[in-house]
């Protein structure tokens, strides 16, 4: 009994595993800007890992492949947020703009008035900008 | 159905190599290859050479990449525009790829077991392990028994390999002396914290999975190879991480070059010992009293001086690119 | 047995959009992004597939790729960061 359950769990985390793996490979594809990309991309680095893992895990039962799917969880679990955020900064420091889905969304109005929401949203991103830069040199000087 | 996933990858592998190639930017090539490695290795693995593939993912996956940027960070961004004559580039291509499709006809099935190569000696080679050896990885058995005349030339490539780039890469440049400016010394990436904190937690896992996978090679995929190239990679980490200097003061230049040297030489001593306790040069029965002990000793000993050897080839290798503007 | 076939291809097609994301580019941040995408997968594919083969002992190689691959993304972070120090440089010599 206990078996059958852990065999349909195991299952069911697979598939969904797959779906989100999906998901996210989809997203990074198909999202309009590389920070939204980014964020597709991380699913699969969390959630993804999570539930494929976990589906193996269940079914591995209790041998030394059952500590050494832990520990690629571990491990995954740690490196893949760090990578992200280590990418999204190296990114937001040298001014790669994220105001693309800005645009798209408040452009529906006149022409001129797309004109300078661009604007706004480039100004707010450059002084998004200078304030990262600002922190990561207050940073250095520590 | 694992050999369409074999197709699949091999197609995703044909369309990067041709990606890598028409890539100007060097920074993309570089970031190609990752991908190319990765699928390299999830390719051996999907046809069962898992000894090759775990090369490939230690090599590939981090050594590599980073001595590539290393590489980038001396050269332009860009590759430069070489013109030359397609015609004869194309012709020599096309009578290579027809005569290697030519050469495909007369090949044996993926997995035929009447394959030339699978009736020569690989059939000795598996019965004879278990009782010559005695241990179950018989790919550790064939590289450092069998055949380890070749592995010791292996060494030696990996061991004049180091010492070619590093000639290359100390000789001086007189022309550009005065124009070179003090680069900033490099401060690895301790002013990123979080990266940080993770890397060196990380540090002491990945050496420890390196002497795993040193002294399980007996059992299971790997080598001495295999964990020198992840031990490098964990100490290469620590460079990131730390710097130049730190990782220098830890591992200094003397003691890579002795690692480099040693390995290889103790990979010859074995041999020599052998001859003198009286069998052949590599011949381990001699060095017990029973001949399958000593056979899994000589193993042991020599995949240590492979392992010695690819570690300290490899930092030396690392540093040579991180530091050049030093030497 | 279906179950790791199924979860396979997925991560199979999610290898291909990543290698389209890599190629398409634009920036160079979207190439790091999808190597580093590429290389959860293999680990997830290495995985899944050496249960499939039914050889647990195998998984050493994803664990290989865990531990790894992050090095790789820290090198290019680092080669970044030096790029930007570099270019600093530059405009204070060119300012000078």
Known sequence: ?????????????????????LVGGIGALRLPNFYTRMHAASVTDTIATFLVLGGLLLQAGLTIATVKLIAILVFLLLTGPTASYALANAALLSGVKSNATFRKVNGKGSKSGAGQETSVNQETDASQETSASQENNEEQSK | MIIIFAVFLLTLLVITAIAIVRAENLFVAVMLMAIFSLLMAANFFILDAADVALT????????????????????????KKVELSRGVAMSIVTATTLLLIYATFEKPKLGDPEAPVHQHVAPWYLSETPKLIDIPNVVTAVLGSFRAYDTLGEVFVVFTACIGVLFLLSAKNPADKQSRRTPPESIGLRHHLIPKVVGRLLFPFI???????????????????????????????FALLEGEKTALAAVPHSVMMAMVAGGALLYTMVGVVTMFMGGNFLDYSVLSS????????????????????????????FHAFAARENY | MSMYVIVSIA???????????????????????AVNMFGTKTVLLLAVVAFFYGRPDFLDLALAYALINFVGILAVLEFFQSQRNDDEEQAKEQEE
């Open chain 1, 1 to 21: 009994m206990l078996e059958q359950v852990l065999y349909v769990l195991s299952w069911i985390m697979l598939t969904v595993g797959g779906f989100f793996v």
């Open chain 2, 56 to 79: 490939e993912a230690a090599i590939g996956a981090g050594v590599t990449t980073v001595i590539f940027l290393g590489a980038l960070s001396l050269t332009a961004e860009n590759e």
């Open chain 2, 207 to 237: 050496v420890l999975f390196g002497l795993y996978v040193q002294f399980h090679g007996e059992y299971g995929p790997g080598g001495g190879f295999q964990a020198g190239a992840i031990i490098a990679t964990g100490i290469i980490l």
């Open chain 2, 290 to 317: 029973n001949p399958v002990f000593g056979q899994q000793m000589g193993i042991i000993l020599i995949e240590a001086g492979v392992g010695i050897t690819v570690c300290g080839a490899l930092l030396a290798i």
């Open chain 3, 11 to 33: 991560i199979l097609v999610t290898m291909t959009l990543a290698l389209a994301r890599a190629l398409k580019g634009p920036s160079v941040y979207d190439r790091v992004l």
